[in-house]
């Protein structure tokens, strides 16, 4: 590709378009763009409205156009959740020019007088709705990017679900346009109207009293999951995941993922962290993907015995085994597969497997912790201490 230019035009269109863009626009062979935005600009040239799916098309579509002079039209900023990432990506930065103008977040943040960089920005366009459960903490604000019309009244409904309908909703439409409007209520009063497709939302967190605390950080309340008792428990979880030290970008294994706690808290860390579980019981799989959906995080649910499971995965850079390690060739097989520098970690409960991550432990080394958590519990009219199993933990860097 010679000649690629991505604009990035607002809600004001033409009018809002600085003179590199306009120029850009005037000189171009072909624009692409959806329909809405060819709409925006003079046809000075041949245009193309973006087929679907786009991103099985669009390798095509610039072969077909390479030597011409090509514009494509992008909403606000282009590398900010645009198609200007994509197609640097697809082609290398030096390959494509991009005129950005202000972006949705920065346009509605102008409008509410938030910082910007003290908003968490959440995207709905094609992502589920529970990955904005992370980012519902009191006192938070959140700029929420939609995906249509219906997307204010969903975040409403999962907000007053969560325990915070007294938090501040404001619906920010045709930013920038003469047509723009901005209205606001609380999750719980929001009523649905002629809500306009192209709308970005502020909100500002307020939890209800007794509300549950979700945080991001190791060890949720094992009431926060389904299970059916295949659970890490809250302080043997924090500790694993400490171990296992979450990092952004990085992949993790989870096999045998029982209800998926490692996974889901491995993925509430950072919203690039992946996590993969494998979990050989259809329906302990079938709620691990429940449990992962209502704490807002995508987790690739591999349905299998470990380690045959386990061949042709993504590389990892952590693994936690919860289950499985007697098995032959299970450790062998976790070990090898992680990454240079990547952590294995092993909880074991049984002596037998306590034999096996012993044997292991005095091969590898690494760092052999065992955990002894103990509850208060009523003991007749008083109370005592309550012994869970004792935890083994062993946990070793490639």
Not at 65 to 78: E, I, M, T
Not at 85 to 90: A, K, S, Y
């Amino acid at each position: 590709m010679s000649d690629l230019t991505v604009v990035g035009i607002g809600a004001d269109g033409w009018s809002g378009l600085a003179a590199a863009g306009r120029e850009a626009v005037e000189r171009a062979d072909v624009v692409m763009g959806s329909a809405r935005q060819l709409k925006l600009v003079p046809s000075t040239g041949e245009q193309i409205a973006w087929p679907s799916p786009l991103s099985e098309s669009l390798p095509g579509l610039l072969a077909q156009n390479r030597g011409r002079r090509v514009v494509v039209l992008a909403s606000g900023d282009p590398t900010f959740h645009g198609i200007g990432t994509t197609l640097t990506r697809l082609l290398g930065a030096d390959a494509v020019r991009v005129i950005p103008s202000p972006s949705s977040v920065s346009l509605a943040c102008a409008r509410l007088g938030w910082a910007q960089d003290q908003v968490e920005v959440v995207s709905l366009v094609g992502h589920p709705l529970e990955l904005l459960q992370p980012h519902v903490q009191p006192g938070r604000r959140i700029v929420v990017l939609s995906w249509g019309a219906h997307t204010p009244a969903e975040v409403a409904a999962l907000l007053v679900d969560r325990g915070y309908g007294d938090s501040e909703l404001t619906v920010l439409e045709q930013l920038g346009s003469a047509e723009e409007r901005i209205r606001r209520a609380t999750a719980s009063t929001f009523a649905e109207e002629d809500v306009n497709s192209l709308n970005v939302i502020g909100i500002t967190c307020r939890a209800n009293p007794g509300a549950p605390l979700l945080s991001t950080s190791p060890g949720l309340p094992d009431e926060a999951y389904e299970s059916d008792g295949q659970l890490t428990k809250r302080e043997v979880r924090a500790v694993t995941l400490s171990r296992l030290a979450p990092t952004p970008g990085q992949l993790l294994w989870d096999v045998g993922g029982g209800a998926g706690s490692i996974a889901i808290e491995w993925s509430r860390h950072h919203p690039s962290c992946k996590a993969v579980a494998i979990e050989q019981d259809a329906t302990r799989a079938g709620r691990l993907t429940r449990n992962a959906a209502a704490l807002g995080v995508v987790v690739e649910v591999v349905t299998g015995k470990a380690p045959e499971a386990l061949i042709d995965l993504e590389t990892p850079q952590a693994v936690f085994v919860g289950g499985g390690a007697t098995k032959t060739g299970m450790i062998e097989t976790c070990w090898q597969a992680l990454a240079p520098g990547g952590r294995l970690v092993v909880n074991a409960v049984t002596l037998e497997t306590e034999a096996v991550v012993a044997k292991w432990y005095a091969e590898l080394g690494g760092d052999l912790v065992r955990l002894a958590v103990q509850r208060a519990s009523p003991v007749g009219g008083m109370t005592g201490w309550r012994a869970a199993m004792p935890v083994t933990i062993w946990s070793v860097t490639k």
